[in-house]
């Protein structure tokens, strides 16, 4: 079977349905280059927290002149690979983004639960939704903001080492940002945390999951992210 049918009519197995609702998550999304994957590895060197790592039929890109590594950064998998995932079930959600997938495996949940430890992964809206569904007793879905635009337009810039391919890319990386920022917003279970400095970032993202968090702060952020929203749609 083709992997768009797969993947557009997966539903997860029960036992994996038993495992992810026994499992302790924190659910980590953000808009492109809000610095979530920094967030969640500090999180996991500093705190009780194991890493959720997603599988993406992508291949590996260079960040900062770096190339990503296969079980480090994400499971990178051919289309069929991925095809096999699901027929199997061993996937427990798969999401079409930006012209790949990603998605997570039963696995990786069975992993931190065998650790005692929160499984922390940084998935997409669409793979929170899924998850949040089917456990939303187990869940702490945070969504991560840059503190403004011009630094968040400025991080996406530096990740490119030619500005004709950050400019071919840059709407696409635009819309999808507003299409995020609009839906957290109307979702009632997100909390949000900006990141202007890294460890205050991680330390608050750290008490909203321990139950510790000032939650005044939210207010703060949800207002940054209407700020930052309606700049990028201004910027056309």
């Not at 999304?29 to 996991?44: C, F, N, Q």
């Amino acid at each position: 079977m083709e992997i768009e049918n797969l993947a557009s009519n997966y539903q997860p197995s029960q036992a994996g349905i038993d495992v992810v609702r026994r499992s302790r998550m924190l659910l980590i999304a953000g808009i492109t280059s809000a610095g979530k994957g920094a967030v969640r590895d500090r999180l996991i060197d500093s705190y009780d927290y194991c890493r959720v790592i997603t599988h993406t039929t992508r291949p590996p890109r260079s960040n900062n002149g770096i190339l990503e590594r296969d079980g480090v950064e994400y499971h990178f998998v051919s289309l069929s690979q991925m095809a096999d995932l699901l027929f199997d079930h061993k996937m427990f959600e798969i999401n079409y983004f930006g012209g790949n997938y990603y998605g997570t495996s039963i696995d990786e949940f069975i992993k931190a639960g065998q650790l005692g430890k929160v499984a922390v992964s940084d998935i997409d809206i669409n793979g929170i939704a899924a998850i949040y569904n089917v456990a939303p007793d187990n869940v702490t879905a945070i969504f991560i903001v840059p503190p403004d635009y011009e630094v968040w337009k400025k991080r996406i810039e530096n990740r490119y080492n030619d500005i004709e391919l950050f400019k071919v890319d840059w709407d696409k990386r635009r819309n999808i940002a507003i299409n995020e920022l609009n839906h957290v917003l109307k979702t009632p279970y997100y909390h949000f945390v900006i990141n202007d400095n890294l460890d205050k970032a991680v330390s608050e993202v750290n008490d909203i999951v321990t139950g510790n968090y000032n939650y005044e702060k939210e207010e703060q952020a949800k207002l940054c992210i209407k700020d930052l929203l309606k700049a990028i749609e201004q910027d056309i």
